[in-house]
């Protein structure tokens, strides 16, 4: 749902970002048409926080509830700041096979 992405404008309405941010402990993965991010000790995502309202977070919520596997979570993140806060992030709670 970042910027530029095929679902920032429905969900976001090209909101700009507060900030951008890094969240160490994941690592972004592709779950068919859906960006999400898996716990991986040693990764990183980047990504973007935004300040939105319950009405966006349950449509978001609505859509990304894939079976319950993707669930939002607060996570920690780094601001490009250096100031580390709680954000909400989408992250998967499936097996992920590595081949």
Not at 6 to 16: A, D
Not at 68 to 91: F, K, P, S
């Amino acid at each position: 749902m970042m910027t530029g992405g095929r679902y920032n404008q429905y969900f976001l309405g090209g909101k700009t970002p507060l900030a951008k941010a890094v969240a160490g402990g994941y690592k972004r993965y592709i779950f068919g048409a859906l960006d999400s991010m898996a716990v991986e000790a040693d990764g990183s995502v980047q990504g973007e926080v935004y300040e939105v309202d319950e009405t966006a977070l349950k449509k978001m919520d609505f859509f990304v509830n894939n079976g319950n596997t993707i669930n939002r979570q607060t996570v920690e993140v780094e601001l490009e700041t250096g100031e580390v806060i709680e954000a909400y992030a989408y992250v998967w709670g499936g097996i992920i096979a590595k081949l």
